[in-house]
């Protein structure tokens, strides 16, 4: 067997397996149970959003 050959396989043995433990590792974080954070650990202050506008002067035409 050429050296380009073993290194061929090896190299497409190892992909293999780094995919396989790629689409474990995403089944295992997507069986994870997701629930939001509770509210109480947020410091943010609620914003106010506040639109004003004003028209200084009237020309006639």
């Known amino acids: 067997m050429d050296r380009s050959k073993l290194v061929a ?3 497409g043995v190892i ?3 780094l995919a396989i ?3 474990i590792l995403v ?3 997507d069986y994870r149970d997701m629930k939001p954070a509770p509210i109480s650990q947020f410091d943010q202050a609620p914003a106010i959003i506040s639109v004003f ?3 200084d002067k009237i ?3």
């Open 9 to 11: 396989i090896i190299t």
């Open 15 to 17: 992909s293999i397996i």
């Open 21 to 23: 433990a790629y689409l």
């Open 27 to 29: 089944q295992l974080l």
């Open 53 to 55: 506008s004003q028209i």
């Open 59 to 61: 020309t006639e035409m």
